[in-house]
């Protein structure tokens, strides 16, 4: 068998997602190939062949796969991944866009979000945003499967894969890219922090965030919201951590004034330890919490930044 | 300008569900059943562009059960136009359900198609970027805002850094976030009115559709339970103990 894992990158790095996607890219059992398509992206070409258990390095640099838009990325993935038994990209909002349309023109349906591999063809995956997990297995010859990246640990380093160049050009003109609008932070991304702390509506407002940051600088932590929260507009959307914003799973998850909808706590129950901060004691989130602290956040919050 | 919206008959969100005694899937005996959130935000999405004269007609397809035609005359009371039902009993695969949609589009002359992101049910995330595949139209997917431009549109897509923006001819798939816009509720003059406005019903066969799927459902389990820890009294036990006993910072 052979598997081709799609990068996610932005150009110059690769991204930690990607070295999820190779494990469980290895626990089908079959030679890895890994493409990287992108614009100007050698280094992160580069930086894939060092992935231990990559065979072989696909590259395809030209500037209509820059910004990775479905309309270029799905016709490449099916042209390449015509000679493959498994195409693997992470569950990331990139994966999500691209993978279905290049399933699709491979005329197969596609395995969504996958957190464990039973064999080549049989996998498990959430459904009911978690409250069921579903054990699938699919027939198709090309198996297109898009892999929940907090469910498997990252690939070590240590390969020396060669890289080859693709000449396959995928120009379009139906879907332009204008711009994007990233949130500039010093602090760890969500779904790659070993430490998150998350607030809700508790919070009252935006302002009251900075309560958290602080935290946050003393754990090295990311931050994280609840819809409610994000809803509310105390923070932007990249901030919501539930079923329709981003799974995570660190080792340490601080809820702060979250109530703990079933929405939320899709998004994290799988992290290592849960505390939960929230002054309602009824407050569903303290039947989730490892540790949980009835009291009021705006006490809690400067309280637990000294003691750190 | 015709717009095409997509409606799905799924189990409310409220409704905590649970894994049947049998494990071939959940127990839905008796659940309140409801429109998929995202594919209301869908529905509000086109009825706005209709009211601001964008749109002459939205025309809402469900894929489902007999049942589903309970959503579709929620999608007609909310303003689409008419409804119209692919019966069947099966569960439908997102790439049958996106061929499926193919064939009404070509046979409706649509030129916008407005989805939700996913189905609160199987989570798949799919059917509107094949759709976009099939046709070869242009996708923006994940949108929390959409506008009409000079026979274009420009979609911005929430993605995992930030916001993207995209601009696409027409025709083109669009699927919602929940950000794109707050859909109504449904005014009980609307609700009657709804009565009296067409669906038609046809069925995957009669479209020339195979919807059998080459992915099975072996079995459907529970999640593992997590069970609630201690509470501890101060900040100082709290961080004693994620430094002591838990061991994370």
Known sequence: MTILVIAEHDNSSLKPATLNTVTAASEIDGDIDILVAGSGCQAVADAAAQIAGVQKVILADHTCYEHQIAESMAPLIAELGKSYSHILAAATTGGKNFLPRAAALLDVDQISDIIEVKSADTFVRPIYAGNALATVQTEDAIKVITVRTTAFAEAEQGGSASVEASDFVAEQTMATFIEEQLSESERPELTAAKVIISGGRGMQNGENFVLLEKVADKLGAAIGASRAAVDAGFVPNDYQVGQTGKIVAPELYIAVGISGAIQHLAGMKDSKVIVAINKDEEAPIFQVADYGLVADLFKVLPELEQAL | ?249
Not at chain 2, 69 to 77: C, G, I, M, P
Not at chain 2, 127 to 134: E, I, N, P, R, S
Not at chain 2, 186 to 208: F, H, Q, R, V, Y
């Open chain 2, 1 to 249: 300008m015709k717009i095409l919206v997509g409606v799905k008959r799924v189990v409310d969100a409220y409704v905590r569900v649970r894994v049947n005694s049998d494990g071939t899937g959940v127990d839905l005996t008796n659940a309140k059943m409801a429109i998929n959130p995202f594919c209301e935000i869908a529905v509000e999405e086109a009825i706005r562009l209709k009211e601001a004269g964008a749109a002459d007609e939205v025309i809402a397809v469900s894929i489902g059960p007999q049942a589903a035609q309970e959503q579709l005359r929620t999608a007609l009371a909310l303003g689409s136009d008419r409804g119209i039902l692919v019966e069947t009993e099966e569960e439908v695969k997102p790439l049958a359900v996106a061929k499926i949609l193919k064939t009404i589009i070509e046979k409706e002359g649509i030129d916008l198609v407005i989805l939700g992101k996913l189905s609160i049910d199987s989570d798949n995330n799919q059917v509107g970027q094949m759709l976009a595949a099939l046709c070869n139209y242009p996708q923006g997917t994940f949108a929390c805002k959409a506008e009409l431009q000079d026979g274009k549109i420009a979609v911005t897509r929430e993605i995992d850094g930030g916001e993207q923006t995209v601009q696409l001819d027409l025709p083109a798939i669009v699927t919602t976030d929940l950000r794109l816009n707050e859909p109504r509720y449904a005014s009980l003059p609307n609700i009657m009115k709804a009565k009296k406005k067409p669906i038609d019903s046809t069925t995957p066969a009669e479209l020339g559709v195979d919807i059998t799927s080459k992915v099975k459902t072996l079995s459907v389990a529970p999640p593992p339970e997590r069970t609630a820890g201690v509470k501890v009294e101060s900040v100082e036990e709290l961080v004693n103990k994620l430094k002591t006993e838990a061991k994370v910072i």
